[in-house]
């Protein structure tokens, strides 16, 4: 036997373990268990499991990271100035800005504003580089689309009212008191 | 030659630094590469001493002194990182602070901004402001490019001292005393000088903007190449901003030699010539009557094929050429050798003239007429302009190479229109396709300065580098390349038009630029003599 090799006592194989096919029908019984306990529960019109997206919607939790969004003024302009510091701090690039003046007093705005989702990570760097709580990370996960250019968002897409943003911009307050 | 200055030997933080005696000790310890926050001081104006930011500790002297406001002399020990300044320094910080608007997400200084940089590295960290911040005017239209923020004003007076010093125009002042102190323009006058746009460069926060610039791309996503202004024949040292393949904007680098650190206004605003939409972007060829684009092999062929047409009919004689001063040195010689193995005599180089002014400005409105004249490309006192003309009146030449659209600034539009219709031959390489271009056989779109790599030389002979700083589109020959093509295509060969082995070329030719060698040209270019 050559130097340093170390005979380690293994336990027996069990027989359990070494069959696959006990193995494919232990799990197929937990869910079959599963299946059969919402059945009889469903045809006793007693508590029900599932949730039937997308009719039923589960409320998420306002730490949830969805796709970024642009917050909506309740002038119906967007809080964003075009700092660009989202597009810098934007791992994936998916952001792209181009900025305009206007003759608010806020005096720069995004005339284009473009996130393209097929590329988005949900990371939430943008929303923590902002300084402006302009844009934040929504609820909003239903992002599919048939076309690439689909995934392309403009800014017209990504506005959501502040009031439907609210409990996560008191989320991130909540994150940033201490 | 100038006496060498006395050095003087002086101790910074317990390094000893050898500097010229009687200069500022600012600029000694900035020579020695220490970080000395300062906003008042620039290399290339009088002293002012009002951001009082520069501040060290003096040996033998009873208060903290402005490094830029004392000489530099022997035996000077300085301490900057005595508790004393850091906290002064810490002070001078966050009076500056105390009225600074909260603009940097739409302060187009914000990245290169130095109130910035240095209140991260030398400010405090929270602000102790009770009161609401001052409110002063925003957005004030002071010139014709120029915009200014009296909110973000930090009074330095670098761009008054700027005014009175450099381009000798009296516009900026600061009005009022003490706190209630803004910097404005006198009245009724505008900042409309030929240099306006640099004390946006000099002012070290986002008071003066230029409009050109103003909300267009934030300075980060900028890269920056250095490179040479193509505007006139003075040959300005700059650097190109670029973002996405565009050209953002031109800074001026500093060049002491040829522009200090500045750069005038109708310099600055030339790249817009690089993505104009006007722009020819395709080579065309005559077919039927009009110009239809074709492929750039394609468009090689016809001129090639053209040129060597109309030299059998009326032979060599028959065919001249108009050089181009847009052209890099390199461009040039290739130029000059395709004409010479086609046997040109009649050549002319035309130059568009405009202002010039003492400072910067010069008439030339190119950058490398002088370098085509040192090729030995054009003979006589206007680049045998004339003589050509005449050549092409009497019917010597029918055939004309024109480079360049600086021809038609020169010449009288009328004589040129009666003479270019005349000829038998006409091939053209443009930026932009004019009407008294539309009767070429062949045209071929010209590259910018911005768009390729070579050297230029200025007015005064000194050999400049210039750096691609946006690429062309795929396929794209640039002047170089199609001249290199044109000689492949008339010599049955295959060569490749680079710039290392056109400068072993142009010493083995014993040309004016022998001298010179490519690769130690550095940032600041060599004289030619």
Redesign the interface.
């Known amino acids: 036997m050559a130097i340093g090799v170390v005979t380690v006592k293994r336990p027996p194989e069990r027989w359990s373990s070494s069959q696959p096919y006990f193995a494919i029908l232990k799990g197929l019984g937990v869910s079959i268990r599963h299946f059969l306990h919402n059945l009889l529960l469903f045809a006793r019109g007693q508590q029900d499991f599932t949730v039937h997206f997308p009719e039923q919607r589960l409320v998420q939790p306002p730490a949830m990271r969805g796709m970024p969004v642009l917050v909506q003024m309740d002038n119906g302009k967007e809080r964003c100035v075009a700092c660009g510091m989202c597009e810098w701090a934007c791992p994936t690039n998916c952001i792209s800005i181009f900025p305009a003046e206007t003759n608010d007093e806020v005096e720069r705005y995004p005339e284009v504003f473009d996130i393209d989702m097929s590329r988005c990570m949900f990371c939430g760097f943008c929303e923590e580089a902002c300084p402006e709580e302009a844009i934040v990370m929504s609820r909003q996960i239903e992002i599919a689309s048939y076309s690439r250019r689909g995934s392309l968002w403009h800014k017209q897409d990504l506005l959501v009212p502040v009031a439907e943003l609210k409990t996560r911009l008191d989320h991130l307050r909540r994150q940033y008191e201490h | 030659m100038a006496e060498a200055p006395k050095l003087a030997k002086i101790t910074v933080d317990g390094r000893v630094i050898e500097a010229p005696a009687g200069i500022p000790l600012l600029q000694a310890m900035l020579d020695a590469e220490l970080d000395i926050p300062h906003y008042c001081y620039h290399p290339k104006l009088t002293i002012d001493g009002s951001c009082r930011l520069c501040q060290v500790k003096i040996e033998g002297m009873p208060k903290l002194q402005i490094s830029c406001n004392t000489q530099v002399r022997d035996g000077l020990v300085v301490s900057t990182q005595d508790p004393e300044v850091a906290l002064a320094r810490r002070g001078v910080m966050e009076l500056l602070l105390l009225n600074h608007p909260l603009d ?3 302060c187009d200084k ?1 990245g290169e901004c130095w109130l910035q940089n240095f209140s991260m590295r030398f400010g405090s960290k929270i602000s102790r402001g009770l009161e609401p911040r001052r409110k002063r005017q ?2 004030i239209d002071i010139g014709e490019r120029m915009l200014l923020d009296q909110e973000r004003c930090i009074l330095c007076r670098r761009c008054v001292r700027f005014c009175r010093e450099v381009s000798k125009t009296y516009e900026l002042g600061t009005f009022r005393l003490g706190d209630r102190t803004v910097l404005d323009i006198y009245a009724g006058r505008r900042l409309d000088n030929d240099y306006s746009m640099c004390t946006a460069d000099i002012c070290p926060v986002g008071a003066l903007e230029t409009k050109d610039f ?3 791309v ?1 300075v ?2 900028l890269e920056e190449v250095g490179s040479v202004c193509s505007g006139c024949a003075n040959g300005c040292n700059i650097h190109i901003s670029t973002y996405k393949n565009r050209i953002w904007r031109l800074t001026p680098r500093r060049n002491d030699a040829v522009n200090e650190t500045w750069m005038c206004d109708a310099g600055r605003l030339t790249y817009k010539a690089v993505a104009d939409p006007q722009r020819l972007r395709i080579p065309l060829v005559a077919a039927n009557g009009t110009l239809a684009p074709v492929d750039w092999p394609a468009a090689i062929a016809a001129a090639a094929s053209a040129m060597g047409d109309l030299q059998k009919q009326h032979g060599a004689a028959a065919l001249g050429a108009i050089a181009s001063p847009h052209l890099s040195n390199e461009e040039s010689y290739c130029f000059g050798r395709l004409l010479a193995a086609l046997g040109v005599e009649h050549r002319a180089m035309a130059v568009r003239r405009g202002k010039a002014d003492d400072l910067l400005i010069k008439a030339e409105k190119a950058a490398n007429a002088r370098g085509v004249r040192e090729l030995g490309l054009v003979r006589g006192a206007d680049d045998g302009v004339e003589e050509l003309l005449q050549a092409c009146e009497r019917g010597v030449v029918r055939g004309l190479y024109v480079c360049g659209d600086d021809l038609l600034a020169a010449v009288d539009r009328e004589r040129l229109a009666r003479i270019l219709g005349g000829l038998e031959l006409l091939i053209v390489q443009v930026t932009t396709l004019e009407d008294a271009f539309k009767s070429a056989q062949v045209v071929f779109p010209t590259t910018m300065l911005a768009e390729k790599d070579g050297t230029v030389t200025n007015h005064a002979g000194r050999v400049q580098r210039i750096e691609q700083a946006v690429r062309p589109p795929d396929g794209w020959l640039t002047d170089g390349a199609i001249f290199t093509a044109l000689l492949n295509h008339l010599q049955s060969r295959e060569e490749k038009f680079a710039v290392p082995e056109i400068w072993r070329a142009l010493e083995q030719d014993g040309t004016a630029f022998a001298r010179i060698r490519f690769a130690e040209l550095g940032a600041y270019g060599a004289p030619l003599a």
Do not use: D, S, T
Request: net charge positive; hydrophobic share 35%.
């Open positions: 940097c997400p739409i914000a925003k957005r103003h909300h267009k934030r980060w996503f």
